[in-house]
């Protein structure tokens, strides 16, 4: 016993002894004498100019060092500066083999970091280049295997706790530049600040923290300031994050000068052994845009497993683009794009993040839905349904004189470079499930009722397998396929049409009022390319249409035909109101589709004492239509008496030409066409010469019979004349 009791006394007189001589020396020796030294060493063994400006000063309890006025230079160039430095450790954590840091304090750092022309960061230059024989010294023992660590010695290190305290620590007026010279973009962080207290694994402390930074390439600032309580174990595994608030202001040219502020608050875990976070009301806002979530996230490797609840609370896109200091959206109603929310559930299964009880609102439109992505693949799955959608109320407003000047931009657009409409590479990468639908749209002036629509996509195939509504009076049924895996697309589209009421349809679709009645059609069309001009140029397919009661308006065909029958008949026509429409019946014909041309070879109608028969060419590039028409007069058409029908018009064909531009209407297209009026005239001298032969046949034979009676009565005498005229009759049919 006595033996351990000398030992322990030897110890602690060691331990003792070793203190006092760490006193004396500190209380001794000046460390500032010898400042050219460590100047000199600095020199020698680095590009560096040191230069300790400040006192060096040191502390026996706590254990610490301060730096004063410390400036380093790089090519007769400051690169690092510092007004302060204290660090300070516990002595007696020392004597206690768990070190603990009393006080960090860092004032005043300044660095000067650049990257010249050639991508060169100054930074680099620091070092001095190796010799020839040194670099391939370093060369060797780098490839040197590293020996193999003693058993247990690295297993047990790693599985020790680090015990870390540090009382208080303390960073102020810190600033960074950075510059780089081949781009011209200039960052600075000034202002820099850190204050936190009580640092200890396992239990929470306090951090806050403040910036400035700046950037000349776009003019941007942003003033920050972070507070929080952040805990993390002694394994540094498990770490927390509460009572966050962290705010931006910003102002630059990215808000076309305006102030900005940014806004975080909630709080966050994060277990790296688990691979599980959690995000607990955490909330992000950006002018009047306020982000909200709770969410869990399970594995942090490629497949996380997500469950929680995002939501984005209702905004005016009009008061965010102007607290933004970004241009305004027009649009035709100026009440649109006031009320704008987002809702949904998280969830899915692990690698497979999905979105349910999906709410999107859109002012006064709501859809509702569910969709899901997977991280594997790629794929999207969506299935989104609305309610009523006016898209017309978000079109920009119409342009005053835009009808008058209407050739302008047409002849700017030509002359402009034509954009491709689809990005195939993406397109190709895309694997797509979507369902689409909604209640009542209305676009282009046109509404559309029970919208139904469905889209799949993989390796660069797009179908529209289901296209449908419900559109005046009557509905409509599409399918599609755009095929993008090679440079040029092809599009092929089918398309079924039942009994939409054309008149309502063409006057809020262009204004158009020229026909009217159930129109039934059938496309069936192809095409390829990938802008608007080879798609319209490489279509190639058929329309065929019926409609099966209707009326040309603002036009009076009966008229036309009229005025032919009253050059026949060498009269005039009497009637004033003749009226602006035309009825018909089942008209009907096809539409080869050639390009831009749509060539019409066989259409009929029956109108009222007439049939309508015709062909001719519709240019839809050019807005033109060439239609010979033909009136074939099959009945009584009209009460006026120039256009009685009489036998020599019988069969006749009145013809009639439409020719012009159809976008300005239709009360001009169409005229009586005297040059094929040869033709009738024709046709009517030939039936009035059918009509004299007929005559002399029948004069002919009146004779005939006459003459043969009249002998028979000689010979058979008077009383037989009743019999011989019966026979005669009958010889004479």
């Not at 011209?184 to 929470?204: M, P």
């Not at 969709?371 to 978000?394: C, K, M, P, W």
């Not at 491709?420 to 046109?446: A, K």
């Not at 060419?617 to 009489?646: F, M, P, S, W």
Request: charged residues 25%.
């Amino acid at each position: 016993m006595k033996a351990i009791r000398y030992v322990l006394i030897a110890i602690v007189a060691v331990i003792v002894l070793a203190i006092a001589a760490i006193a004396i020396a500190m209380v001794v020796i000046d460390p500032n004498d010898y400042k050219p030294q460590i100047e000199k060493v600095v020199e020698e063994k680095t590009n560096l100019d040191l230069i300790l400006e400040g006192d060096i000063g040191w502390s026996f309890i706590p254990l610490g060092l301060e730096l004063n006025d410390v400036e380093a230079t790089l090519d007769g160039e400051r690169l690092v500066a510092l007004k302060k430095l204290v660090a300070q450790i516990d002595f007696w954590s020392l004597i206690a083999m768990s070190p603990q840091v009393d006080t960090f304090v860092l004032d005043g750092l300044e660095a000067h970091l650049t990257i010249n022309e050639q991508g060169e960061g100054n930074w680099t230059h620091i070092m001095p280049e190796p010799a020839e024989g040194e670099a391939k010294d370093k060369q060797d023992v780098a490839s040197t295997p590293e020996q193999t660590p003693a058993a247990g010695t690295s297993d047990e290190q790693d599985g020790e706790a680090l015990n870390f305290n540090v009382d208080n620590v303390q960073i102020s007026n810190a600033q960074v530049h950075y510059s780089d010279l081949g781009t011209g973009q200039k960052v600075t962080l000034e202002d820099f600040t850190v204050n936190a207290s009580s640092i200890t694994l396992g239990s929470e402390f306090p951090l806050e923290i403040g910036f400035r930074v700046e950037t000349a390439q776009p003019q941007f600032a942003v003033d920050g300031s972070i507070e929080a309580r952040l805990a993390a174990n002694e394994a540094l595994n498990d770490f927390a994050m509460s009572g966050l608030k962290a705010e931006f202001k910003m102002n630059g040219e990215p808000f076309g000068g305006k102030s900005v502020t940014a806004e975080m608050s909630g709080s966050a875990k994060a277990n790296l052994e688990n691979e599980t976070a959690t995000l607990s009301d955490f909330t992000a806002s950006l002018a009047n845009l306020t982000l909200s979530t709770n969410l869990d996230v399970k594995g942090f490797g490629a497949k996380p497993a997500l469950k929680g609840r995002l939501a984005i609370n209702e905004f005016s896109l009009k008061d965010l683009l102007e607290n933004l200091g970004q241009p305004a959206v027009e649009t035709t109603d100026e009440a649109v794009l006031q009320a704008i929310a987002f809702s949904t559930n998280i969830g899915g299964p692990a690698g497979k993040p999905a979105l349910s009880d999906l709410v999107i609102k859109l002012d006064d439109t709501t859809f509702k839905g569910s969709g899901s992505y997977n991280l594997e693949n790629g794929g999207i799955v969506f299935d989104l349904q609305g309610d009523t959608l006016n898209a017309d109320r978000y079109l920009p407003p119409a342009v005053e004189g835009a009808d008058v000047e209407s050739d302008k931009p047409a002849k700017t657009a030509a002359a402009g470079p034509e954009g491709d409409l689809l990005p195939l590479e993406t397109l190709r990468g895309l694997l797509l499930d979507i369902d689409f639908g909604l209640g009542e749209l209305i676009v282009s002036n046109l509404t559309i009722n029970e919208i139904k629509a469905s889209t799949t996509a993989s390796k660069g195939l797009l179908k529209v397998d289901e296209l449908s509504g419900k559109l005046y009076e009557g509905s409509f049924g599409a399918n599609a396929t755009i095929d993008a895996r090679t440079d040029t697309p092809k599009w092929t589209i089918k398309s079924d049409v039942s009994n939409v009421q054309t008149l309502p349809l063409l006057a809020d679709l262009a204004e158009i009022t020229m026909l009217a009645g159930g129109a039934n059609l059938k496309v069936n069309a192809t095409t390829s390319g990938n802008r608007i001009s080879a798609l319209r140029d490489k279509a190639d397919g058929q329309i065929s249409f019926n409609l099966a009661e209707g009326e040309f308006r603002k036009m009076n065909l009966t008229h036309l035909a009229c005025q032919g029958i009253a050059l026949v008949n060498q009269d005039q026509l009497s009637t004033d109101d003749w009226g602006d429409t035309t009825p018909f019946n089942d008209m009907r014909g096809t539409l080869d589709i050639n390009g831009n041309i749509f060539d019409n070879t066989d259409l009929v109608a029956s109108l009222a004492g007439m049939k309508l028969e015709g062909k001719g060419t519709v240019d839809l590039k050019q807005t033109l239509v060439d239609y010979e028409l033909g009136l074939r007069i099959v009945g009584d058409i009209h009460r006026d008496n120039a256009c009685r029908v009489t036998e020599y018009v019988e069969d006749v064909v009145i013809p009639v030409e439409c020719r012009g531009d159809f976008s300005a209407g239709a009360a001009s297209l169409c005229s009586f066409d005297g040059s094929r009026f040869r033709d009738t005239l024709k046709t009517i001298a030939s039936n009035a010469a059918r009509k004299k032969a007929n005559e002399e046949v029948d004069r002919a034979k009146d004779k005939a019979e006459e003459k043969a009676r009249e002998k028979l009565e000689e010979k058979l005498g008077e009383g037989a004349g009743d019999k011989v005229k019966d026979a005669l009759k009958g010889l004479f049919k």
